[in-house]
Structures are given as C-alpha cells and as structure tokens.
C-alpha cells in the first residue's frame, strides 16, 4: 500500500448487527457488504458510546465521548473549538469529502475541515446557527427539483421542503441511498488520481420505516428476536417500560406494533431498507475497484447505533440493551492478510479515530480517549479492555427536544410526570467486561447487571442477587476510574 492510502468510511444509520452475514444472519440479502466483510477483519462486539445518533456521531467524527465533546443528545452542535477528523492532522495532500446526513450541527453546510459536501437532510432547519442561511436546502433537494418533484411541506422558516416520508415513498432511482452513491461515485472518479477520504453515510435503515423496498421480504417468512416474548417487568428500568407501552399503543411509520404480525411486517420493512443501503453502497465500492483503488484504499464499515426492532417488543434505540448499543463494525487494510478475520473480544467506536489515523501514517493526538486497534488489524491479539457507555440528555425518539422531555399520554397512566421526565434522562453509565459482565449504573437506583456470556438476551437481572454485590461494587470502580479519566461530572451514591 503506497504511502498515502485513501480511505472510504462508509456508515449507515440504526443498523443492526442481525442484518448481516457476518453476525449469523443469512437470510438478509446484502451480497455487496458480505462480499467486503470476506476480505476485512470483523468486529463481533463493537459498541457505541451512547445509542442515539448526534452523540455516537459525534464520538465517530473526534474520537472524544459525548460529555467531552459536548454533543449529549440530539441536535446539539459539535462545537467549531472541538477538532473533527480533517482537522486532527495534516491532510494537506488530501481531497476530504462528507456526504449524507450528518446530524452534528449546521446540516447542510460545509464545515470542520471537509473539503466537499453533499447533504441530504432538511429536518434540522430549525437548529442552524444564526450565521447560516435558513432558506439553503441540502444538495438532495436541488437533485429532486431536477428531476420534477414538488416539495411537499414547508419548514419552521417558511420554505418549502422535501419530507422524510416523501423522500422514502420515492422511486429508487430517486431515493436518498441512490442519491448519495451516484454523489460518491462521481467524487472517487474525480479524485482517482489524488489521495483522499471520503466519508459516506447512508441515513437508511433509520426510520421512517419504510420504502420503495417494503415488499422484498415476505413478513411471514421473519423471524422475530431471540427475547420477543420477555416481558419487561419491575425489574426493568421505567424508561424501558415506557418505550414498551408506547409502540404497543403508538405503533410506528404507520403500522401497528400489537401482534406478532404486525412486528413482522416491520421487520420485513427493516430488512428491505437495509437490502436497499446494500445495493448502493456496493455502487460504491464496485467504483473503487474499477478505478484501480482497491489496493491503495482503507475501507471502514460500520452504524452510529443498533436497532431494537422487536427485542422486547421495543423498537429504534436510546436503551443500553444490547441491540441498541451495538453496531457492525469491519475495517479492509489492503496488504493485511486477514480478510475474513473476526475479533471476538470487545472494542469501542471511540477507538475508530485513533485507528485510522495510525493506519494513514500519522500522528495520534494525545487528547484522543481510545486507542489504536492497528496491531489487532495485524494481528495482534486484541487487549482485555472494558468498555464504557453513557447516557446524558432526554431523548426518546417520540418527537425529540432538545433539553426537554416530549411526553405521551399513554405514559402518565403508568407514572407522575416528574417520574418520566426523570426515568428519560436518568444518565446512566455502562460498563462491560471481556469477560462478559455488563452492568448499568442508574443514578436514579435502576441499576442492571446482566450475565451477556449467557444471557445476551438479557432477560434476567441480576441486580438484587446477593452473590453478585462484590461484582457489582468491582464494576462500580471500574465506571468511577473511567469517570476520572474523562471527567464524567455524573455523580452516583457511595455505596
């Protein structure tokens, strides 16, 4: 590999592990992103630093965790004085390109060092700075008015926009997976002669749950998670128990969540945005290959967070369970023979940018909080680490404010509004083992341990259990030192 190796970092948005090959499903179509996961190393068990998208991006983007980066919840800009992946080292030689949602501040303007921009999102108007125009419309806009779309809502600034539930009733050859392919392609052909890193991110499979792919998958032929049938109970925090209540009445993307079906058909719609992100994201790499790229090209793939869809009858994210909190994760490094390989033991996104700097030949910034996973890509055996989530802000996915609470009516039948408003933010802190210990640290006293060696369901907590109160004491220093290391001002009892 020359020198100067180029990188695609390709991520989608709320991708399950379960919709690939490489994590034990096989019944998903995705032959382009099982083809590249033949020839890169797999992460088995990567996690997020905190399951919701404006935080775990922001980690993706500075290798800092939200409460050092300032990007705790939703729509919470990343700061200008925080440094992004173009600004961490000297690309001077480089072509630097975002394109697709990118859900840290500003939308649609170029920013934080990128060279090249494309957007595809117009939700977000309403949070731009007041330096920006609130009139601009992402580049995804201007493509639909080319091709004789009529915008179909206006936004809180009185302009007329293209909706996210248009925008996915759309011809394919319109949609925004398509859009953003046919933008990458045209950038590796531009730049096939220069270095550079391209960051694409698809925001598919993330709701709305549905597309011009809803009847790929047939719904009797899904299969429904492993712990469909747990019930939530009082051994659950009351968040989770919230969430449950509000599918069962609420349902989602205009389909109901009651019966056994009706989560079937869901997950049948799932699937097909995720075959949909698959068919375009493979545009992609087949330009690479026939520009003569492929051996000079660092490929990364992976999401900004999971997806409940059915485990516990809960769907999206913003739960520390494992759906939510893991993601797919695979790096190809041309010249590695290790194409194939997976990694059993636990890694964090908060080790990605220390990672590919390292593996681009340069410098790693003594202010980054993860290390460098390059000699496990060289095959190294991966060090025992513990990894660390967090939960900060009140985000819940059923119409997000930010620094404030949205309520359903369904809940204030189960608690006080006081109650809810607390069980949403509780900020809670994560710790997991290697050895398969995870425990969930409420200051709010809804703690959770769970055995995830056994139980990856996580249908039992053991909390309560006494035999348990020396782990869980061990676990509580092991969170109050990393606390430390990153200060976490998120203070706990002194139990």
Not at 160 to 172: I, N, Q, V, W, Y
Not at 309 to 322: E, N, V, W
Not at 335 to 354: E, W
Request: hydrophobic share 35%.
């Amino acid at each position: 590999m020359a020198t100067r190796p180029n990188l695609l970092f390709l991520f989608t948005d709320e991708q399950a592990t379960a919709t690939l090959a490489a994590y034990g499903n096989t019944q998903i179509r995705m032959p382009n992103l099982n083809r590249l996961a033949e020839d890169s190393v797999i992460f088995d068990n990567t996690y997020v630093t905190q399951p919701v998208c404006t935080p775990s991006r922001s980690t993706l983007l500075t290798g800092l965790y939200p409460h050092t980066n300032g990007c705790t919840e939703n729509n919470v800009a990343l700061p200008d004085e925080v440094p992004c992946f173009p600004e961490l080292a000297d690309w001077s030689a480089y072509r630097t390109a975002y394109y697709g949602k990118w859900h840290l501040g500003d939308e649609i303007f170029r920013q934080h060092g990128f060279d090249d921009w494309r957007s595809v999102e117009d939700e977000y108007g309403k949070y731009y700075s007041d330096k920006r125009d609130k009139s601009a419309h992402s580049t995804y806009h201007d493509f639909l008015l080319d091709a004789g779309f009529e915008p179909d809502r206006e936004s809180a600034s009185g302009h007329k926009t293209f909706s996210r539930g248009m925008s996915a009733r759309l011809p394919e050859a319109f949609s925004k997976p398509a859009y953003i392919a046919n933008e990458a392609t045209q950038f590796i052909r531009d730049n096939a002669e220069q270095p550079f890193a391209l960051w694409v991110n698809f925001l598919e499979p993330h709701m709305p749950f549905f597309s011009c792919r809803d009847d790929q998958y047939p719904p009797e032929d899904m299969p429904v998670p492993r712990n469909f049938y747990h019930v939530l109970d009082e051994a659950n925090p009351l968040k989770t128990r919230l969430f449950r209540q509000a599918y069962y009445e609420e349902g989602h993307s205009g389909l109901p969540l009651r019966s056994e079906a009706d989560w079937k058909r869901m997950i049948a719609h799932y699937w097909g945005l995720n075959s949909l992100v698959d068919t375009h994201m493979g545009r992609i790499l087949q330009e690479l290959e026939k520009q003569g790229l492929m051996d000079n090209t660092i490929i990364v793939y992976t999401s900004d967070h999971g997806d409940m869809m059915g485990s516990h009858r809960l769907l999206a994210k913003c739960t520390m369970f494992q759906e939510a909190v893991q993601v797919p994760f695979m790096i190809r490094i041309p010249g590695l023979a290790s194409g194939g390989k997976h990694v059993a033991a636990p890694v964090s996104q908060i080790d990605v940018i220390p990672t590919l700097l390292d593996a681009m030949g340069q410098a790693i910034p003594d202010t980054m909080q993860g290390n460098s996973l390059l000699p496990v890509l060289q095959g190294a055996s991966p060090a025992e680490e513990n990894i660390f989530i967090e939960w900060s802000g009140l985000n819940n996915g059923f119409g997000d404010i930010v620094g404030q609470a949205s309520l359903l009516d369904c809940w204030k039948e189960m608690a006080t509004e006081e109650e809810i408003i607390a069980a949403l933010g509780d900020p809670v802190r994560t710790v997991i083992t290697p050895d398969g210990w995870k425990y969930n640290w409420s200051p709010l006293g809804e703690s959770e341990l769970y055995h995830i060696a056994v139980d990856s369901g996580e249908t039992i907590n053991l909390v309560k259990r006494p035999e348990h109160k020396e782990r869980i004491a061990a676990m509580r220093e092991l969170i109050r030192g990393w606390q430390q290391r990153t200060d976490d001002k998120v203070e706990f009892d002194q139990e």
